[in-house]
């Protein structure tokens, strides 16, 4: 399975807990460096704790199941 289809799989098994608190995430690039970068929508984008969902949820996540991948960053 090609890297980003990987990523999109990955983040498609998230997104019924973000979207459980009107949230949602997007994928926008992957980098020649390894970095995923992800757009959090809606509640997720103004939320006080996105900053945690990001590295402790759709990081973590994204690593286990994509070793490959060097680490995810939010872009707006």
Do not use: W
Request: with cysteine; aromatic share 2%.
């Amino acid at each position: 399975m090609h890297l980003i289809d990987r990523i999109e799989d990955t983040l498609s098994q998230l997104r019924p807990y973000l979207e459980a608190d009107s949230g949602n995430v997007s994928f926008v690039e992957l980098t020649d460096e390894m970095i995923v970068k992800v757009r959090l929508e809606g509640a997720c984008s103004s939320c006080s704790m996105s900053n945690m969902t990001l590295k402790a949820g759709i990081e973590q996540s994204l690593l286990k199941a994509i070793p490959e991948i060097k680490g995810v960053v939010a872009v707006d």
